[in-house]
């Protein structure tokens, strides 16, 4: 696979997991952060979490940014959007990336009729919340949760609405972004055209309704649209049950799975009467439940997960991130950097298995680490560089 070079004005979490998987094929990511204006320079999420190697370098910042370059520029100065015109020419540029509201766009030099005469064959994306009808509307993940209906979703049936325990939608918009990135590079292998790419965060997020939207039309109850807790509303049993040391998720998703699961000697007496079919388990869902519990409760999580294993009964015990990473499926593919002091960071692993694709990358840069040495990859030279720090057109950090 061709090596791309990506150039992207990126903050918090959505954009930068999208431009991470470009790094993760080995691809060159730059991001572009603000010059230095009211509080902190730069990302905001460099200053979230424990401190990691120094103050703008912290826990959360950490995993979204390895293997990428840092530099730091002026957009709301027309010599700083010179400066990005030239580096996207000079440096060619295959994609720039964006996660501001869509009303900035042109203002700071950033849209894709702008970019794209610097480099026509430029594949511009941007994330916003909704898209570019709804210019000012801020994408954050968890009111794109409460807005798409995602919180109504999840959460126990008599609790309040609930936000997931990871940032679903950040990491569906940064989806979006490589998979159409990869569309826009096969079409553009046959076309020689660019393209823009614009992901709102809202109507990711209702994509992925494939289970719940459509039943609207099929006059549904509506207590088949919102919490349910971890039960499956339409596969009966399907839930997590408490064990006599944790818990775990167990699924009937056929009748040959109930039958096979009352054919488990402690489970026998739950398999009577009309609960032969899914059908009859769904009007007695919640006597059975109540049954399945006061069994579970009485086991082991080891002694279930045996049990369900020998009558071929999709289950698994509920673990915690520790017992995630050591799983063996999981350790063995995980990513890494290493800090400055030489500490090994274990991370997340690739989505998918890429042969020749890098398993370890570098530590993020600091604030404009590489402002200096990219601009003289453009062809600046040391004199105007130092022009550009001293008018605040740029900002350059320690190499």
Known sequence: MKKRTVLSMEQALSLPYATLRFAQLGWRVIRIESTP?????????????????????????????????AIALNLKESRGQEILRRLIADLE??????????RRYESLGID??????????LIWAGISAMG????DAPGYDPVIQAMA???????????????????????????????NVMLALAERAESGQGTRIDVSMLQAAASWLITTLPLLDFDCTPGEITRCGNEHRKFIPTNVYPSRDGFIYMAIGSDVQW????????????????????????????????????ITRTLTTAQLSEAFRKATIP?????????????????????????????????????????????????PAKYAQH?????AEAGYSGAEIDRLVADRIVAAGAA
């Open 37 to 69: 204006g009211e509080g902190l320079p730069g990302d905001p999420n460099r200053y979230i979490g424990s401190k990691v190697a120094d103050d703008d370098r912290r826990s959360y910042f950490i995993a979204p940014n390895v293997g990428k370059e």
């Open 93 to 102: 540029v295959d994609i720039f990336c964006c996660n501001t509201v869509p």
């Open 112 to 121: 894709y009729a702008t970019l794209s005469r610097a480099k026509p064959d």
């Open 132 to 135: 570019p009808d709804y210019p």
């Open 149 to 179: 209906g995602y919180m109504e979703l999840t959460g126990p049936a008599d609790g309040p609405p609930t936000l997931s325990g990871v940032p679903l939608i950040d990491l569906k918009a940064g989806d979006e972004v490589y998979a």
């Open 259 to 294: 039958q096979r699961l009352t054919e488990i000697p402690q489970f026998a007496g739950i398999g009577k009467g009309l609960r032969t079919t899914n059908e009859g388990r769904h009007a007695d869902r919640l006597a059975i439940h109540g049954e399945m519990a006061l």
């Open 315 to 363: 289950h698994a015990p509920i673990q915690d991130i520790p017992a995630v990473r050591d799983m063996a499926a999981i350790g063995g593919k995980l990513t890494t950097t290493r800090t400055p002091a030489g500490r090994q960071v274990r991370m997340q692993p690739a989505a998918v298995d890429i042969a020749g694709a890098p398993r370890e990358f570098s530590f």
């Open 371 to 375: 402002t200096r040495s990219v601009l």
